[in-house]
């Protein structure tokens, strides 16, 4: 019997419609359930994905120099938005002024036309839209021009102007310090410098507030009460010097240029308190200029070459195995050591020198004969003595990135013969150039080792909330007496070895220590690559200052330390000499002795020939000279006279000239040459009687110039 094709047909119908029922009533019993049972979580989830407690950014603190000037700052800047779709701005308001306030953001920002400005402006109020983004990053002098605008400058709620505060981080003198100071990125934990080191104290502690997400993803803030306010980061006060700084970095900058070297450093660290007044790094780009991008001196172990000299002679020194004034021999400038050749650099004025002699000429075989005859039996008690000093382990100073010291004993798997006598001249270990300084700090500071220092307060506003005081690593370093001969070995480097040249006429004493260390690549070594250093302190009698430049790589024909590296030190010298004024007066106190006949002339020929007004009225008032600058007639004056009367006559400069400095003190002629963007030498002590430009030249087109003072 045949099936009916209709009776099929319409039983398929009603199956259909059954299960579509069935659905039905199952979608409606799905509805109740979620709005009698779920209904209450799932209505708070969506309020938490549309309203949220938002974080408040507090204001960074500020990174400071040791006079307070700005190193590091947050300065503000705003995310540029509008309500354009306001209510409280009126059609009438919004269609007629929109012409003039697109031509205002046209000449802000010149990224659309003024056309474009309005269609844009006009689209978005049609959307609704609440919230528009219309520049990023805006500077404080360019929001205040927004403000005058046409429809925004009646503010928020009649204007529709929404200004989002944020910060950047500047540093108002470039690259001055810039490795020093640091940075900080949370997103790939990256925390340099005192960016980083003092990141708990200078990001602050974040506020909350309630936010809302519009649509398009944006968060806006509410009007609420449970607003908690952020509080800013405090201010930390650095040991850095910035008008050192800048002298040690234009210094170093300069003669890595002249002498085409891939890099360098420089410290500059107060003897007494271990006190960072000056650190630079400098390395060389693809296009020939040099810029901040490693902390060297903090963060690169390197062998320190002859520099080391000082801590091997201490050691013998220190464990009574010779005097400075025994006899070494040096021979021809060559010794062998099991098959190696131990060479010097520069040939000796003697086969035999005495051990103050082979120090202050450097010569390498002089020391590595005279360490590896000691310690030969035992040379695990240099190493010993070494570790001693605090040469094997790190200072621990705040910023990250200490480079570790590696000095190796007799136990390691890489100690051979050799071992003894390369050690002794700086090979075969490695150590930061901080780490050395701060060794030869000690020396000066009559063998307290301070822990180098770069930080010195804490400060909220109005307020210091903690002082940070200087930290001695180590009491005593060596005894008195070796100290003592250690200084001498120093001195003698400057009066009469390998730094007698670029440390001549100084109107300063100055200790220190040459160095030349060839730099191993691919494992071997070669006459190519090399590291030239100086080390030291000034004045040496009575050291105030310690410093160390390591240049690395220079290819302009020179590669050792005392013509590469030690000028840089005398630059850097010369003007903290110039322009300390404690340090002339005790050179002065120290050299300066007048017969009875000079006594009586400084009473009778005025001693300041040229000067400020302002000092010759002091002169003036205190040796009660009669004078006839009764009325200010220039800031500069000339004095002339005879018997007990003084004349002042003016002497006036003119700017983009070279100025006639001669009889000034070395502090005013610097002062007025610096002023005119000069580069100075200075050569002897005294006031000035010469100078290498001539007065009137161009101070654009001036060479650097030299001053050579009357040394009286």
Known sequence: MATDPRAVFIKRIWVAYLLAVLAGITVFIRIVHIQSVQGEALREKAEKTTIKYGAIEPVRGNILADD?????????????????????????????????????????FRDKSVQEYERWLRAERKKGNRYLLIRRNVDYNTVANIKKLPILRDGQNKGGLILVQKSTRKMPY????????????????????????????????????????ISGGEWIPLNDNDRIDPKNGKDVVSTIDIHLQDVAESALMNHLASHQAEQGCVIVMEVKTGAIKAIANLQRRPDGSYDERYN??????????????????MAALEDQKIDITDTL??????????????TDVHAMPREKLSVREAFAHSSNVGISRMIYNAYKSKPQQFIDRLYAFGLNTSLGIEIQGEGTPAIKNTDHQKW???????????????????????FYNAVANNGKMMKPMFVTEIREP??????????????????DATLKKARQLLEAVVKEGTA????????????????????????RYNKKNYNASFVGYFPADEPAYSCIVVVNNPAGGLIYGSSVAAPVFREIADKIYATNLSLRNHNEEETDTLSQQEEEQLVTVPYMRSARFDDVEVIRNFFDFETDTASRVADWVMVSGSGNHMKTSPRRY???????????????????????????TIVGRGRVKRQSVAPGTKASNAKPITIELSNT
């Open 654 to 680: 003119s700017d983009h000239l070279v100025p006639d400095v001669t009889g000034m003190t070395a502090r005013d002629a610097v002062f007025l040459l610096e002023k005119q963007g000069l580069k100075i």
């Open 174 to 213: 470039g690259i001055l310090a810039r490795r020093t100071i640091g940075y900080e990125i949370k997103e790939e934990n990256l925390f340099v410098g005192l960016e980083g080191a003092y990141r708990n104290e200078l990001q602050g502690i974040t506020g909350r507030m309630w936010m809302q997400r």
């Open 500 to 523: 007698r040249q670029p440390f001549a006429n100084s109107a300063y004493t100055v200790a220190g220590k040459t160095g030349t260390a060839q730099i191993a690549k691919g494992g």
């Open 462 to 479: 109005g307020k210091t909330t903690q002082t940070i005081e200087p930290v001695v690593i180590n009491k005593k370093i060596a005894s």
């Open 416 to 438: 051979s013969k050799l071992s003894l006598p390369w050690m002794s001249i700086g090979y075969e270990l490695i150590i930061t150039p901080l780490q050395t300084l701060t």
């Open 296 to 313: 060297y001196a903090i963060a690169e172990s390197i062998e320190p070459g002859s520099t080391f000299k000082l801590a091997s002679t």
């Open 68 to 108: 307070g000037t700005l190193l590091a700052t947050s300065v503000p800047i705003y995310d540029f938005r509008m309500d354009v779709a306001s209510p409280n701005i009126p059609d009438s308001v919004f269609y007629t002024k929109i012409d003039s306030l697109s031509t205002g953001l046209n000449k802000l």
């Open 329 to 342: 021999e040096v021979g021809k400038g060559s010794f062998n050591f099991f098959g190696k050749d131990m």
